[in-house]
């Protein structure tokens, strides 16, 4: 099977958030799609591994962010490669309380709320569907898509990201991989070799340093 022919699949990069309490949380997702156009019902995928699963499961309450292309790489690492389990996301990033969720509106064209009424469990995800309810655009900005993220941005996508696909191997230089995000730093492929990079070098994906990198 070749594998590749999946990433003709179009896809779009979302922030999906909600709250449980006073907690505030959220993450990436880069599948939703409208299933009915009357009743306005959306899927979404989500990892069984994701904190926002869980708490969505409870709270049946959410909004979907719509990211633009010129998302910051800040923005992207945090919601995507890390959990709130164990970070506050929202330090830092431009958000509105709407209908009692942190709905993302930093580097966003606009954003659906939503409630849960029906969640169907696919092996190591659930798929959403939910009802939306309201919806917002913020701007013009075209919508930033996976191709974009990939291609542009050079975005890997994380272990939990449905469409994620282990690396091959290519070439005999050495490449690291980001234990965090995924970023893969290919010595054949850069000016400086990984181990001559200073100590004060850190992952142009999410920001850790490079104690974090892993030899392939
Ligand atoms: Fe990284």
């Known amino acids: 099977m070749d594998l590749s022919i999946l990433n003709n699949i179009s896809y779009g990069m979302y922030i999906i958030t909600t709250k449980k ?33 869980e708490v969505l499961k409870e709270t049946r309450k959410c909004a979907i962010s719509i990211l633009n292309e010129k998302a910051n790489q800040k923005l992207i690492s945090k ?25 993302v509106i930093e580097d966003c ?6 409630e849960v009424i029906r969640a169907i469990d696919v092996e190591t995800h659930d798929i959403f569907l939910i009802r939306m309810e309201q919806m917002e655009k913020l701007s013009d900005d075209a919508p930033m898509t996976y191709r974009y993220y990939h291609e542009v941005l050079k975005g890997k996508s994380p272990k939990k990201a449905p469409t994620y696909q282990e690396e091959k191997e290519e070439g005999k230089a050495n490449r690291y991989q980001c234990s965090i995000c995924g970023y893969i730093y290919d010595d054949s492929k850069e000016k400086i070799k990984f181990e001559d990079l200073p100590d004060s070098w850190t992952c142009p ?8 990198f892993i030899k392939l």
């Open 21 to 53: 309490e006073h907690k505030n949380v959220g993450c990436f997702i880069n599948s939703a799609m409208q299933i009915t156009s009357k009743s306005k019902i959306l899927a979404i995928s989500l990892n069984k591994d994701n904190y926002t699963n």
């Open 79 to 103: 919601f995507g490669y890390f959990s709130s389990r164990e970070i506050n996301k929202f330090d830092e990033v431009n958000y509105q309380n709407i209908s009692e969720l942190p709905v």
């Open 109 to 114: 064209c606009g954003y659906i709320i939503g």
């Open 205 to 212: 994906m999410c920001g850790v340093g490079k104690d974090k």
